[in-house]
């Protein structure tokens, strides 16, 4: 079970210690009781099935003779070539898994065709989550090495490393599923502002029933400079048990004046009718702090809505239990929203970052539903407005990848839009590639900034 402590504030140091005291023995009960014997076996699973490449046995059985395709070429094709445009490693054919990028020295084949993006799921149509504006962290751990800490990260207990789940890059939890780990800033303690949204994506997969079942995801809100518990406010926790999907929500958060808890908790079984997680799939995981106010969302779901809760400052994850499906993806801080239309009235044009794609495809994530149905109903509520709507790269891999990719993510952008029923006719998608960047392409933070979208005033 994966508990996401999102906000847990407690009323004072015994009722907190006895709280977290809680906490820390269910999770240990659950562990003694499922590792046992199968520590080993399970550990070398996990190292399977992160690091064992897919497709190996059936390049060989497609090469004709089973003897010679398992000799010297399948062993190549399994060490791979390093892309030159973007770093990406363990590449197996004629262009870069990542970026798409030819292999260095291979002929002049033409590049493959891009498959039609998929139409973005609509779960999010009803969702009330506002993404922040100006993005202060992002990480996607692309550029990261597996088996390394992830450059981005500050340990503050535990163990982690960079691994691959899905096809994704994400931050694991390898030794016993224990972790605490924090964005590495300036000032470690003082990052949040008083309006920010953060975001977070966790895979689940049921059907094992090898030890290590059950885990919890915590995320903690702490402010130093209030009186509260150990530095906290507020927490967050999702439990998860992999042989049936069993899972829930628990929250906590103290109250401004610091004499009361608001708390919650909420069935999260993968069974129910009702619950937003989905199995053998990626789940975005969303807050947002307004000043006093704070909301959890699962999939677009707000589960947590709390309207008094004391200013955080900084927050960090922990990770407790089962490891094998201890990982988190795609992280982003982002400052407060500011309504479109103001927006538009100040600058002539909407920049944002919620809009946001699988890698190296125009397939639109189900989360940017919110953006764009945002988007849609501005232009209902000015029937007079009409956009150029433009795709931003950053400069991580080649024009040749870049400049069609983006120009495919703007059109995707417009068909999502003609299907909220606004007119084609006033919307023009422009892929922009890498040629406009806003901020420089040397630092993290500011490649973040250049992968955007702008809705220009035409």
């Not at 407690?10 to 820390?24: D, E, R």
């Not at 094709?77 to 870069?96: D, I, L, P």
């Not at 401004?256 to 009702?274: F, H, I, Q, R």
Request: include cysteine; charge should be negative; aromatic fraction near 8%.
């Amino acid at each position: 079970m994966i508990i996401v402590s999102v906000l847990v504030l407690s009323t004072g140091v015994a009722s907190g210690q006895s709280l977290l005291k809680n906490l820390g023995e269910r999770a240990k009960k659950a562990l003694e009781e499922k590792v046992g014997e199968k520590v080993e076996q399970a550990v070398g699973e996990v190292v399977d099935k992160v690091t064992t490449p897919k497709g190996k046995d059936a390049k060989a059985e497609k090469a004709g003779k089973p003897e010679e395709a398992a000799a010297q070429p399948v062993a190549a094709s399994a060490a791979g070539w390093t892309c030159e445009e973007c770093g990406k490693e363990g590449n197996t054919g004629n262009f870069c898994e990542e970026c798409g990028a030819k292999k260095p020295g291979a002929g002049a084949t033409a590049a493959p065709s891009r498959p039609a993006p998929k139409k973005a799921e609509t779960a999010y149509a009803k969702s009330d989550f506002v993404p922040g504006d100006e993005i202060f962290f992002e990480d996607d751990f692309a550029n990261e090495k597996l088996g390394e800490f992830p450059s981005q990260w500050d340990l503050m207990s535990g163990y982690a490393e960079v691994g691959s789940v899905d096809g994704r890059k994400v931050i694991s939890f390898t030794d016993d599923g224990y972790a605490e780990i924090q964005p590495l800033m300036n000032d470690q303690k003082h990052f949040l502002p008083d309006v920010f949204t953060l975001e977070f994506d966790v895979y689940l997969e049921t059907g094992e029933g090898d030890g290590f079942n059950d885990s919890s995801l915590e995320v903690v809100f702490g402010n130093p400079d209030l009186p509260n518990w150990n530095g906290r406010v507020s927490w967050a926790d999702l439990w998860f048990r992999a042989t049936d999907g069993g899972a829930s929500m628990h929250w906590t958060a103290q109250k401004p004046n610091g004499g009361d808890d608001t708390y919650g908790e909420k069935d999260l079984y993968l069974e129910s009718t009702d619950s937003p997680l989905k199995d053998n799939d990626w789940n975005h995981f969303a807050f947002s702090f307004n000043k006093r106010a704070l909301k959890g969302y699962v999939n677009g779901v707000r589960v947590i809505n709390i309207p008094n809760a004391k200013v955080p400052s900084h927050f960090w994850f922990i990770h407790q239990g089962a490891y094998k499906y201890g990982s988190i993806s795609n992280v982003r801080l982002a400052k407060g929203a500011v309504p479109l239309y103001d927006r538009l009235t100040s600058d002539g044009k909407i920049i944002t970052y919620a809009i946001t794609f699988e890698t190296g495809k125009a397939d639109l994530k189900p989360e940017s539903m919110v953006e764009i149905n945002r988007i849609a109903q501005l232009m209902k509520e000015n029937p007079g407005l009409s956009f150029e709507v433009q795709g931003h790269c950053d400069s991580t891999g080649s024009d040749r990848v870049n400049d069609p990719l983006s120009q495919a993510r703007a059109e995707a952008i417009v068909a999502a839009l003609v299907e909220q029923d606004i007119a084609s006719s006033r919307l023009t998608p422009v892929g922009k590639g890498s040629h406009e960047p806003i901020a420089s392409n040397s630092t993290d933070e500011g490649r973040a900034k250049n992968r955007r979208v702008e809705f220009v005033k035409k």
